[in-house]
């Protein structure tokens, strides 16, 4: 079993080269054991075209590498230097208007550029072949959050070529297309693949299933380019891991696809930024601006596990306030271990913070790091320390094992409902939050899941939401797993190719339960639909005809049928307030046998195998006696303090 590990981010080129070997001396006496680098240094490492120096990162290396730090090391390609960009303008990204992406920060590269991927080759391959083999490389990392600063999608000519030979590939006859696409409507027929355009600029709403088809193929686009850079890496330094880090909240792309050519998901975790920039109302954020949401870091935390099939890690971990949130307030005191510990408690192998020392100058002077700008320690330095010290005490190490309850997270239903909202505020992230809240407040430890067969079996709870079009393996995956079932609102409402099915939603899910769903209404801010007593739809609802072996197990005050029963198979018709999804999960909970707990209001519980951690993301002390039995607590206190962590060996 490996221990788990702290690290931070670093950058090396910031400082004066008299500064790194002091540097890792202090990251080293505080406990952190490997330092990522180098993934915005091209300018650094190639000067100008062709003149590589390389001098100072083997310098760099050199020098941690003496104090007993491990490397993960960053392709630099999410940052292209000027000599690049002035020697192919084309390379840069064009927005939906067809405006270049200038340089002046980062990310400002079209994934369809076939000339910059070439260069990206190129020099990935010169830095594998220079530090593949160095024996503190541990691990790594391509390029930079992929798709950051709204970057995925590009509407440039590189972009709309490959577009063409993409759908060519998918539907091999233009006619196959005109019909998939249903471009009869509006007059939309093309001709031939050299006809196709991209679904921007025009003059009202684009066909979904182009927007749909545009998304896929832009998602392709990002795995294929990082796929080049794993290949590379993998032929230098084989046997060495490789990562790269994802974001929060973000869902451009297929990150369980692009997942299948990495070692190791990795994701940047900002509790506080998320939640300042989070729908959630003004009450909730008020309460949670100093610790962040309870439930959204450990979304994410398995979330990723699922994308990395168990190895996954926190490449970055806020220390202090950041600088691109609307609002950047400082962590509570305790926040930050808080933090840590959530992600140690939901199987992550490392957690690393960033970054080392706040720059004084250029884009983030306003964000804060362990050390202060002139190099003293901040408040994050502290901390750190006395988690590497407590993770030595209780000598931990990575678990992760398999959840009864599996919700179902899907990046095509993400696109789809975004292209067709049908209500302004119908977000799939919210929806799916959501319930994954209502599971977490039950005291219920979740594994995400994709909609595949092998992540659903074994589960005594399957849940999958506004599942857009699931697949018929998929559907029989759910039909022989034997597990309670819950879907819901807009779940296989559309086919793949996004048509309404030909009987009607739920499309293939009727062979789980024979419901169809004849009309969809969205609710505006305000409105709602009262469920006998037992809460309300929000924002969306739909209209069952029930088959003869379906109960109506709920009941709208107007008289449809609101939560809808074949065995042990349920069906949500509407986006349920907090009331409502507690009742109808508690339901769904009784049917699975599913033994829950009684949680106070900012309580959070793990299990994770026999270990069980619980934390305290309110105010107040809370006494956890209930929840910890007669154990002996290898971490924490029975009252537990605000921010509070316990953590003790279940005997049960
Ligand atoms: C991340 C990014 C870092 C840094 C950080 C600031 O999105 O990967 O490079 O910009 O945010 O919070």
Redesign the pocket.
């Known amino acids: 079993m490996t221990r788990q590990r702290l690290g931070v981010?670093y950058y090396p080129e910031h400082w004066p080269e008299s500064r790194w070997r002091e540097d890792a001396a202090m990251m080293k006496a505080i406990g952190l054991s490997f330092v990522r680098i180098g993934?915005?240094s091209w300018s650094r490492l190639e000067p100008s075209d062709g003149a590589y120096d390389f001098a100072w990162l083997a310098r760099a290396i050199g020098a941690l590498d003496q104090a007993g730090l491990k490397l993960v090391l960053g392709t630099p390609t999410?940052t292209p230097p000027k000599w690049l960009v002035d020697k192919m303008p084309d390379m840069c990204a064009l927005d939906a208007d067809g405006r270049p992406r200038k340089f002046g920060s980062?990310r400002h590269y079209c994934f369809s550029h076939e000339g910059y991927a070439q260069e990206c080759d190129r020099i990935v391959e010169r830095l594998a072949q220079s530090f593949g083999a160095h024996p503190a490389v541990a691990a790594w990392q391509t390029d930079?959050?992929y798709g950051?600063h709204d970057t995925v999608l590009s509407y440039s000519q590189a972009a709309l070529r490959a577009f063409r030979r993409w759908c060519e590939t998918k539907y091999r006859s233009i006619d196959a297309l005109n019909h998939a696409w249903g471009n009869v409507f509006w007059s939309m027929e093309y001709r031939s693949f050299d006809e196709i355009e991209l679904p921007n600029l025009t003059v009202t709403e684009a066909n979904p299933s182009h927007l749909m088809d545009f998304q896929r193929f832009s998602s392709d686009q990002i795995a294929a380019f990082n796929r080049r850079q794993v290949e590379i890496i993998r032929r230098h330094a084989p046997g060495t891991a490789i990562l790269h880090?994802f974001?929060g909240s973000f869902v451009d792309f297929d990150h369980y696809t692009l997942s299948d050519d990495l070692d190791i998901a990795a994701w940047?975790s900002?509790p506080l930024?998320f939640l300042e920039r989070s729908s959630n109302g003004d009450d909730f954020k008020l309460r949670y601006m100093r610790v962040g949401d309870p439930d959204f870091q450990a979304f994410h935390h398995d979330l990723y596990r699922a994308c990395g099939r168990g190895r996954w890690q926190v490449?970055?971990q806020?220390p202090g306030p950041?600088?691109?949130a609307p609002w950047n307030p400082a962590p509570a005191k305790g926040a930050m271990r808080l933090w840590t510990f959530e992600a140690f408690a939901a199987g992550a192998e490392a957690v690393s913070y960033?970054?080392w020392r706040q720059a004084p100058f250029a884009?983030?002077q306003m964000?804060e790091a362990l050390l202060l700008p002139n190099a003293e320690p901040n408040e994050g330095f502290h901390v750190v320390a006395r988690i590497a010290q407590e993770l030595a005490a209780v000598d931990a190490h990575v678990e992760t094992f398999r959840a009864p309850v599996a919700l179902v997270f899907d990046y095509e239903s993400a696109w789809a409902w975004r292209i067709e909202p049908q209500g302004q505020d119908f977000s799939y992230v919210d929806l799916v939050l959501s319930i994954y809240r209502g599971l977490r407040r039950a005291g219920l430890s979740v594994d995400v899941a994709p909609p595949t067969a092998a992540a659903v079996g074994e589960r005594q709870l399957i849940i999958a939401p506004a599942l857009f079009a699931p697949s018929r393996q998929f559907t029989e995956a759910l039909a022989k797993s034997g597990a309670t079932i819950l879907l819901g609102p807009r779940a296989g409402s559309k086919t793949a190719d996004f048509q309404i099915p030909a009987d009607l939603p739920p499309g293939v899910l009727r062979s789980l339960i024979d419901i169809r769903v004849r009309r969809m209404e969205s609710l505006r801010p305000g409105a709602s639909v009262r469920i006998c007593g037992q809460g309300a739809f929000l924002r969306w609802r739909e209209f069952l005809l029930l088959g003869e072996s379906v109960q109506p197990e709920l009941l709208s005050d107007d008289g449809e049928t609101a939560l809808a029963r074949c065995d042990n198979v349920f069906y949500l018709s509407g986006w349920p307030d907090e009331e409502l999804l507690g009742n109808v999960l508690r339901r769904v909970f009784h049917a699975a046998q599913l033994s829950t707990l009684d949680l106070p209001q900012d309580i959070r519980v793990r299990d994770n195998g026999a270990m069980r951690y619980i934390f305290n993301y309110g105010a107040e002390a809370t006494d956890i006696s209930a929840l910890a039995g007669e154990e002996t607590l290898m971490l924490g206190k029975r009252l537990l303090e605000p921010c509070g962590v316990a953590a003790f060996r279940r005997h049960d």
Request: include cysteine.
């Open positions: 981010c993934e915005f999410a980062r930079n959050e950051c880090n974001m940047d900002y930024g490449m970055e806020q950041v600088n691109w960033f970054r884009q983030e964000h």
